[in-house]
């Protein structure tokens, strides 16, 4: 009964973590943007991003991660025979991917807040599809488990990725389009 629980408890963390990782990328996408604004909005709206991003994340984004790791490392001390299997092994090696991928966001947060502008809007619009990456590689491992066929499903995350961003050159051209009047 207590793997249902931590479960549960995983389950619903990484929800949180996934949302909070993917509302920070869109206000670093704004924060970038309001560079283009006069400098009186510029500083009001970049000083509302800070306070917004630093909220996102040391009271949802940071504490998910946190919660839903200790639930899955609770999950395989009651079940470690889960280490053997090699969905859980992949599984895993996407998770470190998206630690690494919530440092990164961690550090781009330093970034702004000093004032350092490394990224671009579009640059942040694709980084931002690679936690969708990510949680979809998670859940197919998981829940197909060992029915995956790796080609297969190795060719079908590229291709998933290839119109995902895909998706974000084709938002950007209709985004920077002239407005007919």
């Given at each position: 009964?207590?793997?249902?629980?931590?479960?549960?408890?995983?389950?619903?963390?990484?929800v949180?973590?996934?949302?909070?990782?993917?509302?920070?990328?869109?206000?670093?996408?704004?924060?970038?943007?309001?560079?283009?604004?006069?400098?009186?909005?510029?500083?009001?709206?970049?000083?509302?991003?800070?306070?917004?991003?630093h909220?996102?994340?040391?009271?949802?984004?940071?504490?998910?991660?946190i919660?839903?790791?200790?639930?899955?490392?609770?999950?395989?001390?009651?079940n470690?025979?889960?280490?053997?299997?090699?969905?859980?092994?992949?599984?895993?090696?996407?998770?470190?991917?998206?630690l690494?991928?919530?440092?990164?966001?961690?550090?781009?947060?330093?970034?702004?807040?000093?004032?350092?502008?490394?990224?671009?809007?579009?640059?942040?619009?694709?980084?931002?599809?690679?936690?969708?990456?990510?949680?979809?590689?998670?859940?197919?491992?998981?829940?197909?488990?060992?029915?995956?066929?790796?080609?297969?499903?190795?060719?079908?995350?590229?291709?998933?990725?290839?119109?995902?961003?895909?998706?974000?050159?084709?938002?950007?051209?209709?985004?920077?389009?002239?407005?007919?009047?």
């Amino acid at each position: 009964m207590t793997y249902l629980y931590l479960k549960a408890i995983h389950i619903i963390f990484v929800v949180s973590w996934m949302a909070g990782l993917f509302y920070i990328v869109r206000l670093f996408v704004y924060h970038i943007e309001a560079n283009e604004r006069p400098e009186n909005e510029r500083l009001i709206l970049q000083k509302q991003f800070e306070i917004m991003q630093h909220k996102l994340w040391t009271i949802i984004t940071t504490p998910a991660m946190i919660l839903a790791v200790l639930a899955g490392i609770g999950m395989l001390y009651i079940n470690p025979g889960l280490l053997q299997e090699h969905w859980m092994q992949v599984k895993l090696a996407f998770v470190l991917g998206l630690l690494i991928y919530h440092f990164i966001c961690q550090n781009i947060i330093k970034q702004l807040k000093q004032g350092i502008f490394r990224w671009t809007s579009t640059q942040l619009r694709i980084w931002n599809e690679l936690a969708t990456i990510f949680l979809v590689a998670i859940v197919f491992t998981v829940i197909l488990k060992s029915a995956v066929d790796w080609v297969y499903g190795l060719i079908g995350l590229i291709l998933f990725a290839v119109i995902i961003m895909s998706a974000v050159k084709i938002y950007k051209y209709y985004r920077l389009k002239p407005k007919k009047n």
